[in-house]
């Protein structure tokens, strides 16, 4: 059974800097993607970054340059370095894996994905 667990997030001022992690257990996929999400209130869930097997990523264009996403596969974490805050990076934050490696224009797209974590808070003050 797969099971990803979030952890990293947390309240910060504007301009500050939160990374997240995400455990993977279960999950034996040798061809994959893996991604973060975010849903702000009454929003819908967007694509934040992924990574793939072959450590090929994507970004969302709100998040270029500021957000980084690695992978330390020996020990199944996922994780988001996300630097220069704003507050409108105020959301939940889910970390998702994929059952089987996608086509790469799929990478940002939540129906994509199979398997979800509960999520992790960040919130950004101005």
């Known amino acids: 059974q797969v099971q990803l667990v979030e952890s990293g997030g947390g309240s910060v001022q504007s301009g500050g800097s939160l990374r997240l992690s995400c455990l993977a257990s279960?999950?034996?996929?040798?061809?994959?993607?893996m991604g973060w999400f975010r849903q702000a209130p009454g929003k819908e869930r967007e694509g934040v970054a992924s990574?793939?097997?072959?450590?090929?990523?994507a970004y969302a264009d709100s998040v270029k340059g500021r957000f980084t996403i690695t992978q330390d596969s020996a020990n199944n974490m996922l994780y988001l370095q996300m630097n220069s805050l704003k507050p409108e990076d105020t959301a939940m934050y889910y970390c998702?894996?994929?059952?089987?490696?996608?086509?790469?224009?799929?990478?940002?797209?939540?129906?994509?994905?199979?398997?979800w974590g509960q999520g992790t808070q960040v919130t950004v003050s101005s």
């Open positions: 279960g999950y034996t996929y040798r061809n994959y993607a």
């Open positions: 990574i793939d097997d072959d450590r090929y990523t």
């Open positions: 998702a894996a994929t059952g089987g490696r996608p086509p790469r224009f799929r990478y940002l797209l939540h129906a994509t994905y199979r398997y």
